[in-house]
């Protein structure tokens, strides 16, 4: 079976889903292949930190309802280390820029109810296995729905389908040049039904490693822990992650971290990695097929949202002119934000994370940042501004 679309997208994750609503606005026709069922695509945690920008492109795309109402605004972080603690102000140091704890899955929700609801095509358990013919006219996306063999033949592909995902292989090897770090180090990430004990995130350094006190709601909390790669989330115990929790997040004066039941428990590696170009002829990649960050900085979902947002502009670019110029930039104009990303969340990741193989003086070089930080009103501006999202074009 064959069938024809004017852009064809694989991944059903925020990247592809925002993508879909902001051509639907534009009235470009697309078709959304999700190689999952909707239900795990609807519960897949990840960072849940928002930037403006990201804020107002899912308003603009009538996803910004629940958000309006559910999402909670905040206007700094809290950083801990020697048992001291420092707020960076947000509007204070970036002009008025804040940022919204509302959780991806929440985001992903809102956008597949729109989708379906205005009838556009979202198919869920659609493996595509070969993305074909990036450099003619007619790229192809062979993929298996429902037991049978499907071909989509498109004007563009879009490769939203995450860093597993079969997109970036339709690249000539030779044409791409991959840059990768991997951490000696993952996270533990639990929820916990507990309201959280901070209003806003904390970000620890401790010499037992570091640790995050986020939320999903106020009466849900979600924390981290750094943990050595390859740990077993088995062999962590609600009693012993509270315990480890506390300890690393202990500050003098009188705070207290809450305990409750721990509802879900998973661990997560760290990386950095990002490929160039973002695009070859009529395949394009967007979102952690392209580039992911470490979560420490909280960009991976305001990356994806920043790419399509150029994509889709480049796209009604040249439906309306004819011109492919936007979409000639494309790959050009989102590495200039990705780049700058990669570097906050490495910064953001070294600064805080104990290495194992970390000397003495690595450590004193960490809290030497973190003292600047809190001393200098401009040390804390170049984290709040990378924080709260940066105007790249
Ligand atoms: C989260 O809420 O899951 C979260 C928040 C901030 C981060 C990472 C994860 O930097």
Not at 46 to 73: F, H, M, N, P, Y
Not at 344 to 354: E, G, P, R, V
């Amino acid at each position: 079976m064959q069938h024809h679309t004017t852009v064809g997208i694989i991944g059903g994750g925020p990247a592809g889903l925002l993508l879909a609503r902001l051509l639907h606005n534009h009235g470009i026709d697309c078709v959304v292949l999700e190689s999952r069922e909707r239900d795990y695509v609807e519960q897949r945690q990840r960072a849940g930190i928002l930037e403006q920008g990201t804020v107002d492109v899912l308003r603009s795309c009538g996803a910004g309802e629940r958000l309006d109402r559910e999402g909670l605004v905040h206007d700094g972080i809290e950083l801990r280390w020697n048992r001291r603690s420092h707020r960076v102000d947000f509007p204070a140091l970036t002009g008025g820029r804040r940022v919204w704890v509302y959780a991806q899955t929440e985001v992903v929700k809102d956008l597949i109810a729109l989708q379906l609801a205005e009838g556009a095509p979202l198919l869920f358990g659609a493996h595509v296995h070969a993305v074909e013919g990036a450099d003619t006219d007619r790229p192809v996306v062979r993929y298996r729905h429902e037991g049978r063999e499907k071909t989509l033949s498109c004007d563009y592909v879009i490769g939203c389908d995450g860093f597993h995902g079969v997109t970036r292989s339709a690249f000539p090897e030779q044409a791409r040049r991959t840059y990768e770090r991997v951490y000696p180090f993952s996270w533990l990430g639990i929820l916990a039904d507990v309201a959280p004990s901070c209003e806003e995130l904390i970000y620890a350094h401790s010499p037992r490693g570091f640790a995050l006190h986020s939320m999903r709601s106020p009466e849900v909390s979600r924390l981290y822990l750094q943990v050595p790669n390859g740990t077993d989330p088995a062999d962590w115990s609600d009693e012993r992650i509270w315990d480890e929790l506390e300890a690393r997040f202990a500050v003098d004066g009188d705070w207290k971290l809450e305990r409750g039941p721990v509802t879900s428990k998973a661990v997560l590696p760290m990386r950095s990695f990002v490929t160039e170009p973002m695009r070859w002829g009529r395949v394009l990649l967007a979102g952690d097929a392209a580039h992911i960050v470490p979560p420490t900085g909280a960009k991976g979902l305001n990356l994806a949202a920043a790419d399509v947002i150029v994509l889709a502009r480049a796209l009604a670019h040249l439906e309306e002119t004819g011109s492919t110029a936007l979409l000639d930039a494309y790959s050009d104009t989102c590495l200039r934000r990705v780049w700058r990303a990669e570097h906050f969340s490495w910064f953001m990741t070294t600064t805080l994370h104990t290495d194992p193989a970390q000397s003495d003086f690595d450590t004193r070089l960490q809290i030497s940042q973190l003292d600047r930080i809190a001393a200098s009103p401009h040390a804390a501006a170049e984290l709040a501004e990378n924080y709260a999202g940066l105007e790249i074009g």
